[in-house]
DNA sequence: ATGACGATTTACT
DNA sequence: GTAAATCGTCATA
C-alpha cells in the first residue's frame, strides 16, 4: 500500500460506509485534454446505500438512463446535472448491479490552483482558496467534471482517478448527517457524511 | 405533452 | 435567515 498509488478495483468495492472514510486523506486528480493537471485532497464524503437508502438515487432498485452508471462496477464515476446548472461527482463502489456511491463533498486543492480560480470565477465575483472545492458543485467546477466523465473508469481512465492516502485516523473523522436530503425521513438523520475534523476546506 | 423536483450555490434582507 | 437561478430528468397521462 504505497501512498500515490492509484485505488485498485479492489480498494473501490469496499462499501459506502466504509470507503466513505478510506476516501477521505485520497488525492482526487483530474488531467485535462491539454495535459493540466488539477488535484485535491478529499476532506468531506457522504455514502449513498443503493435500494434500502431513500436518500439515494437508487432508492428501490430505480434504474433510469440518468442513474445507470451507479450499477456499474466499483470504480466507476456517476456524475449527475442536477437544479438545472450543478453538477456532483460520485464515486461507485459495489459489484455490478449493487448501485451504492459515496459521493465527494469537498477538496484541499493541491495542484492547479490557478486553473480553479479561472474556472470557479465570474464577473464582479472573487473566489477566495476556501471557495474553490468546499462543495460537491463547486469542486466540478474547479476540476472540469461533467456529464462527459460519467461512467468513467477510474481504474483505467488517464482523465480522472484516485490516489491512496495514509489512512486518517478514526479520531480524526468527524460524521453526521448528510446535506440536502430532508426528503429521505428517517434516512436524512442517519451519520452518513464524513469528513476531516477541523479541515478548513468541508463545506458549511 | 406536461409538471414537479432536485445529493446546490449564490445573493440578498 | 430566505429566495432566486435554471433545466435535465422522470413519473404521470
Given at each position: 500500500m504505497i501512498?500515490g498509488?492509484?485505488?485498485?478495483?479492489?480498494?473501490f468495492r469496499?462499501?459506502?460506509?466504509?470507503?466513505?472514510r478510506?476516501l477521505?486523506?485520497?488525492?482526487?486528480?483530474?488531467?485535462?485534454?491539454?495535459?493540466?493537471?488539477?488535484s485535491?485532497?478529499i476532506v468531506?464524503t457522504?455514502?449513498?446505500?443503493?435500494?434500502?437508502?431513500?436518500a439515494?438515487?437508487?432508492?428501490g432498485?430505480?434504474?433510469?438512463?440518468?442513474?445507470?452508471?451507479?450499477?456499474?462496477?466499483?470504480?466507476?464515476?456517476?456524475v449527475?446535472?442536477?437544479?438545472g446548472?450543478?453538477?456532483c461527482?460520485?464515486?461507485?463502489?459495489?459489484?455490478?448491479?449493487?448501485?451504492?456511491a459515496?459521493?465527494?463533498?469537498?477538496?484541499?486543492?493541491?495542484?492547479?490552483?490557478?486553473?480553479?480560480?479561472?474556472?470557479?470565477?465570474?464577473?464582479?465575483?472573487?473566489?477566495g482558496?476556501?471557495?474553490?472545492?468546499?462543495?460537491?458543485?463547486?469542486l466540478?467546477?474547479?476540476?472540469?467534471?461533467?456529464?462527459?466523465?460519467?461512467?468513467?473508469?477510474?481504474?483505467?481512465?488517464?482523465?480522472?482517478?484516485?490516489?491512496r492516502?495514509?489512512?486518517?485516523?478514526?479520531?480524526?473523522?468527524?460524521?453526521?448527517?448528510r446535506?440536502?436530503?430532508?426528503?429521505?425521513?428517517?434516512?436524512?438523520?442517519?451519520?452518513?457524511?464524513?469528513?476531516?475534523?477541523?479541515?478548513p476546506h468541508v463545506?458549511?
Open positions: 501512498p498509488e492509484r485505488l485498485s478495483r479492489r480498494e469496499r462499501g459506502p460506509t466504509d470507503l466513505a478510506r477521505l486523506g485520497c488525492t482526487l486528480v483530474r488531467v485535462l485534454d491539454d495535459s493540466a493537471r488539477l485535491g485532497t468531506e457522504e455514502a449513498y446505500l443503493g435500494v434500502i437508502d431513500r439515494a438515487h437508487t432508492f432498485g430505480r434504474r433510469t438512463p440518468r442513474n445507470e452508471s451507479m450499477y456499474r462496477d466499483g470504480g466507476t464515476a456517476y449527475y446535472f442536477t437544479y446548472m450543478h453538477h461527482f460520485n464515486v461507485v463502489c459495489g459489484a455490478v448491479d449493487e448501485p451504492v459515496v459521493l465527494i463533498r469537498s477538496l484541499a486543492p493541491r495542484e492547479g490552483l490557478q486553473q480553479m480560480v479561472e474556472r470557479r470565477s465570474r464577473p464582479g465575483r472573487e473566489v482558496e476556501f471557495d474553490l472545492c468546499s462543495g460537491p458543485a463547486k466540478t467546477s474547479a476540476l472540469a467534471i461533467d456529464r462527459g466523465l460519467d461512467r468513467e473508469d477510474m481504474v483505467e481512465s488517464q482523465r480522472l482517478w484516485i490516489e492516502a495514509d489512512r486518517v485516523v478514526p479520531r480524526m473523522i468527524g460524521a453526521g448527517p446535506i440536502g436530503v430532508d426528503y429521505a425521513g428517517a434516512w436524512a438523520s442517519r451519520p452518513l457524511r464524513f469528513w476531516i475534523k477541523e479541515n463545506s458549511r
